[in-house]
C-alpha cells in the first residue's frame, strides 16, 4: 500500500513539473499589448513596426508606431511597471479638430500616409463604434498606397491602456 502512495505522488508531482515547464516556457518571451481586454502585438521586438491610428467619428487620430502616444495629443497615465493609459482630453481634441479631420486633405493622417514608406509600416486601426463606416473607407485607402492593415475595435470612450509582458512576438 505504501509503494502505491509513493507511485501516485511522484507521478502527481512529475506532472506539476511538466506543467509548470510548459507555462514558464510559453508564457516568458511575450510581446503583448492589450487596448481594451485586445492583445495587440507590440512592434519593438518584431520585423516590422506597426503604426496605431485611432479613429473616432470623423477623426484619424494618430496614436503612434508601438503603442507610443503621441504626447502633443494624448494624456499618458502609468498605471504600473508594465502598463499604461492613452486618453485624448477633450480641450486638446477640440483645439486640432482640423488637423484630424480625415476629410481634411492636409491631415496628420493624410501626412502620414505620404511620408510613410508603405513596406516598412503595417497600420493598425483602433476602431470606436462612431467610426466604423469611416474605416472602410481608410482602409480602402490605405490600401490603394501599398499599406498592410489591421484593426481592433475598442468602446466608444474608453481610454487606450496598453500593456507589455516580456519580448519577442509574431505578427498577429
Not at 510548459?22 to 506597426?50: A, R, W
Not at 516598412?120 to 490605405?142: D, Q, T, W
Not at 496598453?162 to 519577442?168: E, Q
Amino acid at each position: 500500500m505504501d509503494r502505491s502512495f509513493i507511485d501516485i505522488l511522484t507521478n502527481t508531482l512529475g506532472i506539476f513539473s511538466l506543467i509548470i515547464l510548459y507555462l514558464l516556457t510559453n508564457m516568458t518571451g511575450q510581446e503583448t499589448m492589450t487596448v481594451e481586454g485586445i492583445l495587440l502585438p507590440l512592434e519593438k521586438k518584431i520585423d516590422e513596426s506597426f503604426y496605431y491610428v485611432e479613429l473616432d467619428r470623423h477623426l484619424a487620430i494618430p496614436v503612434g508606431l508601438g503603442g507610443e502616444c503621441d504626447p502633443d495629443l494624448y494624456k499618458t497615465v502609468k498605471l504600473s511597471d508594465y502598463s499604461y493609459m492613452c486618453a485624448v482630453p477633450e480641450d486638446v481634441l477640440n483645439k486640432h479638430i482640423a488637423d484630424l479631420d480625415y476629410y481634411n486633405p492636409s491631415s496628420r493622417f493624410h501626412k502620414l500616409l505620404s511620408s510613410t514608406n508603405p513596406s516598412n509600416i503595417y497600420l493598425v486601426f483602433i476602431v470606436r463604434p462612431s467610426a466604423f463606416g469611416m474605416y472602410h473607407e481608410i482602409a480602402k485607402k490605405a490600401k490603394e498606397r501599398g499599406f498592410r492593415i489591421g484593426w481592433y475595435p475598442v468602446e466608444q470612450r474608453a481610454p487606450l491602456v496598453f500593456s507589455v509582458y516580456g519580448r519577442n512576438i509574431g505578427a498577429q
